[in-house]
């Protein structure tokens, strides 16, 4: 009985392990950009992201694409009523699982917006 239990024990920290190291290889953070900021600008900007070392990859997703995105999900375009494109160009960080944790992520979003 006693075998049982702490096998069943050992089961449960290993699961809990391979969960937190799948959320942790998986954390998507999404950088919204204003209006005021150019194509080109937002090139430089994801360049300059990737050598972080808390980055693994970044990608960068137009207005044009997070409408369509959007569309796709909400079921009816947002630009027909309002006249505009609500959506802003995006950057999508992938982070590397080291630096996947709130007090980490907390100085990466001070250290972005004191860059850009």
């Given at each position: ?61 137009p ?30 960080m ?23």
């Amino acid at each position: 009985m006693v075998l049982i239990l702490m096998g069943l024990v050992v089961l449960c920290v290993l699961t809990a392990t391979r969960v937190t190291s799948a959320v942790r290889e998986n954390l998507l953070v999404t950088v919204t950009l204003n209006d005021e900021v150019s194509q080109s600008d937002a090139a430089k900007m994801q360049s300059i992201l990737k050598t972080e070392p808390y980055v693994r990859d970044v990608e960068l997703i137009p207005a044009d694409q997070v409408l369509q995105e959007q569309i796709e999900a909400i079921g009816s375009d947002p630009e027909e009523f309002i006249g505009f494109n609500p959506y802003f160009t995006e950057l999508e960080m992938s982070m590397e699982p080291d630096y996947a944790n709130s007090d980490s992520l907390e100085w990466i979003i001070k250290d972005i917006k004191t860059k850009y």
